[in-house]
Every structure is written in C-alpha cells, then in structure tokens.
C-alpha cells in the first residue's frame, strides 16, 4: 500500500486479527490519525512513547494483547484524546497522573487494568 496515501488516514481498525510481536513505530506518522484499534492480538513490547506524536487522535484501543512495561508518560500528551483502552495487557507500574488531565472530554474514559489490579473510570 502507498505510505503517501495513508498519511491522511483518519481511521485505521485492524482489531480482533493475529498480529504479533512490538506495534511498527511507523504508525506514528499517520498524524492525521484520529481512532487507532490494535485490539485482540497478540501483540507484545512496549507501547510506543511516540504515539504522543498523534495529536489528532481521540480513540486508542490496545487492549487484550500482551503487552508489557510501564504505560508511558507521553500518553498525557495526546490532548486530543477521549478514549484509551490498555486492558488485559501484561502491564506493570502505575498509572500515569498524565492521563487523569488529557482529553477534552471533562471526564475521558480510561480503562486499564492489570492482572490483579484493576482500574475502570469514564463516563461511557
């Protein structure tokens, strides 16, 4: 598929696939993304520090693959963002004081959960 052409994608659902192994930095330069869905898949690494880059981006969807690490602090900087789901992921840490102020939203929903911890706020 032709890069050029998909730098104006606004919304790209590759969810519920067998996508394994870390996300491609590459999707940090779709900059006009606004919904990202990497969900259900078996995916694993880190969650990229540069998705901060996509300042349009109001959904993110990462949930029930195998990620692991700390959810990065970057994340605070998608002012855009409305909704973020991490849940059931291998993730560690603690959640970000970042996110609590991001989003336009007066009240963006998160969910987030780890093995034993779970975390759940918004207002969808």
Known sequence: MDRLRMKGLEILILANNQFSGNIPSEYVDLLKLQAFDLSSNRLTGLIPPSFDKLRSLLWLMLANNSLSGEIPLELGNCSSLLWLNLANNQ??????????????????????????????????
């Open 91 to 124: 993730l560690s840490g603690s959640i970000p004081s970042q996110l609590a102020s991001i989003g336009t939203n007066p009240m963006p929903t998160f969910l987030l959960n780890r093995e034993k911890d779970e975390v759940s706020a918004g207002s969808g």
